[in-house]
């Protein structure tokens, strides 16, 4: 009979944005190669659509989209899956961590619940993290964040062993080679949906792009977009670079285009990547594409650009316009986790993960797993975590609200129909207050 690490792992990978389902899925498949996850979107703001589910590529067994407390009713089944990846934001992982304490409490076997960030982690550094205490992994993209993490833990006097240096598990592409074969030289502009987050900086980002393109015909200048109008990604999204494109004086020239796409795809084309902070910027880097974070509006945490200082990639449109480029420090690409260029790329990077995947097997193996036990608790945080909880349908000790009663398993067509329409209106409702009225309503409020 096969064993509990010798059968194929059971993996679930519950995401809450297109970015955090591609971290999820591509984590489920670094750290458990022979799974293939069944992947649960967790409703909400940001839930992607079909679309951006297709440009981020990751594959699962099945997807469906679940409300958290629908999760947690699956997950008491404990022999359901062998390991839970939490690809979400900080709250609702803690909700789920509390949840799946409760569904599993008394248990005598429980899957490994990892979890951890989708990028460069550049702000709300300890609120973000103590909100991911209590799953059995935390995984750190790099040393360098591996270093912080557990400064965070153990300055509060939680349990630091938890943190797992591993390296972004997207990371991978054909390294870098300059255009040839008639292909033009391509310049990309890797945008942000809320960095920067002013409509002038937007702007203005925008026009230096289109300058670059005017002043180098002989080049393609594409403007990577995340999501198109009214589509969300992790992060909202006030002012559409398509929108500001349209209203853009003179407007794009020909050799200057707004496209979509995997991000891997683009990356096999450019010749320059350009970002503000986008962790874009270290998949460029990976595959030694010549990579230039922009200076133009300040180097500051607001922005994320500090996360490069040191880098060797800090640059102006300036700079750019007159022919520099930035040449990366190897010491600041192996604190990040980026893989350095030469005959051991690809395989130093695969080595990133055998820490996280050799954690995993031993916590699968063992006859009885401890409690999950995060930092916050009614006890530690009375004034945080019940707010938190019932963001998510749950109660202080991760019990569902009363009137979160589990949806049915299976709608029937018309009341899956109906349920569907009533939750595209909303969402489309929601959207509509966030990109038109909430910054009509700062403006009129700076009258």
């Not at 604190?335 to 699968?364: H, I």
């Amino acid at each position: 009979m096969p064993t509990r690490t010798t059968s194929p792992p059971r993996v679930a990978v519950l995401a809450d944005s297109d970015t955090r389902w591609k971290w999820g899925a591509s984590t489920a498949h670094r750290i458990q190669p022979d799974a293939c996850p069944d992947g649960y979107l967790l409703r909400g703001r940001a839930t992607p659509t079909v679309r951006q589910l297709d440009e981020v590529g990751a594959r699962a067994d099945t997807l469906r989209e679940i409300r958290g407390v629908d999760f947690l009713g699956l997950m008491k089944d404990t022999a359901r899956y062998d390991v839970v990846v939490l690809a979400c934001v900080g709250g609702a992982v803690q909700a789920m961590l509390h949840g799946l304490a409760r569904a599993w409490d008394g248990a005598a076997r429980r899957p490994v619940v990892v979890t951890g960030y989708v990028g460069v982690v550049y702000e709300k550094l300890a609120d973000g993290l103590l909100l991911r205490h209590g799953a059995d992994l935390v995984l750190a993209n790099s040393r360098h964040d591996a270093d912080r993490f557990r400064a965070v833990y153990e300055g509060v006097g939680a349990d630091g062993g938890s943190v797992v240096e591993c390296a972004l598990p997207f990371l991978g592409g054909a390294p870098y080679a300059p255009a040839a074969d008639g292909r033009p030289y391509t310049v990309v502009f890797a945008a942000q949906p809320s960095v920067p987050d002013r409509r002038e900086d937007r702007t203005y980002l925008l026009r230096r792009a289109a300058g670059h393109a005017r002043r180098n015909p002989g080049r393609e200048v594409l403007i990577k977009l995340r999501s198109k109008p009214g589509e969300h990604t992790t992060h909202i999204e006030e002012h559409p670079y398509q929108k500001l494109a349209a209203r853009l004086p003179g407007g794009l020239p020909p050799n200057c285009r707004l496209v979509y796409g995997n991000m891997g795809d683009v990356l096999d084309r450019t010749d320059l990547l350009v970002a503000v902070s986008s962790t874009a910027a270290l998949e460029s880097l990976h595959r030694g594409v010549p990579t230039a974070v922009l200076t133009d509006l300040g180097i500051r945490e607001a922005l994320g650009n500090h996360h490069f200082l040191g880098s060797g990639c800090l640059a102006s449109w300036d700079e750019l316009d007159a022919g520099h480029r930035p040449e990366p420090d190897p010491d600041w690409l192996a604190r990040q986790g980026v893989a350095p260029q030469g005959a051991t790329r690809q395989g130093t990077y695969a080595s990133a993960f055998d820490a996280a995947r050799a954690r995993v097997t031993a916590l699968r193996a063992a006859d009885r797993l401890p409690p999950l036990s995060p930092y916050y608790t009614p006890r530690t945080a009375p004034g945080y975590l019940p707010g938190i909880l019932a963001r998510y349908g749950l109660g202080p000790t991760g019990e569902p609200l009363p009137g979160q009663a589990a949806e049915p398993a299976a709608a029937t067509g018309l009341r899956r129909l109906a349920r569907d329409t009533v939750r595209d209106a909303a969402r489309g409702a929601y959207r509509h207050g966030v990109q038109r009225v909430a910054p009509a309503i700062r403006r009129w409020g700076q009258l």
